[in-house]
């Protein structure tokens, strides 16, 4: 089963293919932050329209790469949710109107299944069961993951997700959208111990997270100083220590609760590279292991949506021809596709 994976949720166009077997065979990204750069976040309505312009020459260029014909394809995976209503709604079109030309069969996928998913594109792939640590910019979640589509939710924030406060902290430390990473660029030239900022929620029990005051705590301290360069480093430091130290202890405390000893963290902000290194140290330490999407597969793309909709595609899942996306979709709605999906998942 060769798939045809497409991710318009957000401000990433993306296409890929993936073989039952044979593995991904291309994939292709376009970026949409020069559009939204200058108005400082993701503009809804000029993400839909340039997903319009950019999704079937990706198209395109992934059958080529992988040589391919539009006829070789047996199936077309896309994310219908949760994301951006119109951008989703692009991505869902194209899928249903290729699928519908082709022949061939299409299925819905949740994006943060794709993400949750993306570490089992790398060898070695985690097998089941284990705990994912859901880091991007809109969620922040601790899932127990049994198989495809078994998934148990253990925490999430209760505020802002975590990418999210990487963003408005960058945002308020004077860098650029999309924050995250220029933000970790940043903090790689600041020193530990100038500024303290809280560990939200790390007193109570449970895994749930908090960034919003966060987020405020760096807004304070950076008033109270001079503001220079070091000191914006000093405090992204400082901000992403927080996290880091946040997001590990939480993730350790629900390997402890579910007695599982293999962790996935997935994601954009698991590309984060103080993150991804405090987790390997940590988890040998527990005895765990812990297993990351190499850092272009943690952001946004379509070869975890590939991967994801071929498993449910091999169990004989597919949905009507009708067009649908779906902005809120809680991922423990989610159902197993059938046993042969997990059978496949664990083979690899
Ligand atoms: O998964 P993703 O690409 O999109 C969503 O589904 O949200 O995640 C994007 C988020 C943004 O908030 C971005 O700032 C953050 O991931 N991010 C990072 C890094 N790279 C991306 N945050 C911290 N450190 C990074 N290196
Ligand atoms: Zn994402």
Redesign the pocket.
């Known amino acids: 089963m060769r798939v045809l994976g497409i991710e318009t949720?957000?401000d990433?166009t993306a296409a890929a293919i993936y073989e039952e077997g044979r593995g991904l065979l291309a994939h292709a990204l376009h970026s949409q932050v020069d559009i939204h750069v200058d108005y400082g976040g993701v503009v809804p309505e000029l993400a839909s329209r340039d997903h319009i312009r950019k999704l079937l020459p990706l198209v395109s260029e992934v059958l080529s790469r992988a040589g391919l014909e539009p006829a070789d394809v047996d199936g077309i995976a896309y994310t219908a949710g949760p994301?951006l209503q119109g951008a989703l709604l692009v991505g869902a079109s194209v899928a249903r109107s290729l699928a519908y030309a082709l022949g061939v069969p299409a299925v819905a996928v949740h994006?943060?299944e794709g993400?949750l998913l993306a570490p089992m594109l790398e060898t070695p792939a985690p097998s089941f069961p284990f705990v994912a640590l859901l880091?991007?910019?809109?969620?922040t979640m601790l899932v127990l993951v049994r198989g495809v589509g078994r998934y148990e939710l253990l925490g999430e924030t209760r505020d802002d997700?975590?990418?999210?406060a990487?963003?408005k902290t960058?945002k308020l430390l004077g860098l650029p959208y999309?924050?995250?990473?220029a933000?970790?660029a940043l903090a790689a030239r600041g020193r530990t111990g100038r500024f303290q900022f809280p560990r939200p929620l790390l007193d109570q029990p449970g895994v749930d997270f908090s960034f919003s005051g966060l987020k405020t705590a760096v807004l304070y301290a950076a008033r109270a100083v001079p503001d220079d360069e070091q000191t914006r480093a000093d405090l992204a430091r400082a901000f992403?220590e927080a996290v880091v130290d946040t997001l590990a202890a939480k993730a350790l405390r629900a390997l402890e609760l579910t007695g599982v000893d293999r962790l996935v963290v997935a994601?954009?902000?698991g590309?984060?590279?103080s993150?991804r290194e405090r987790l390997v140290v940590e988890a040998a330490a527990h005895g765990a292991a812990v297993y990351f999407p190499r850092?272009a597969f943690?952001?946004?793309n379509a070869a975890m949506i590939a991967y994801a909709g071929a498993l449910r595609l091999a169990a004989g899942e597919a949905d009507e021809p009708v067009i649908r996306a779906r902005a809120r979709w809680p991922l423990a709605s989610l159902t197993a596709p059938s046993s042969v999906a997990e059978d496949a998942a664990e083979a690899r």
């Not at 880091?135 to 969620?139: F, I, L, R, T």
């Open positions: 949720s957000c990433e994301g994006h943060m993400h880091v991007s910019g809109g969620h997700a975590v990418g999210e990487f963003d960058a999309p924050g995250g990473a933000l970790a992403e994601g954009g902000v590309a984060n590279r993150l850092p943690c952001t946004d």
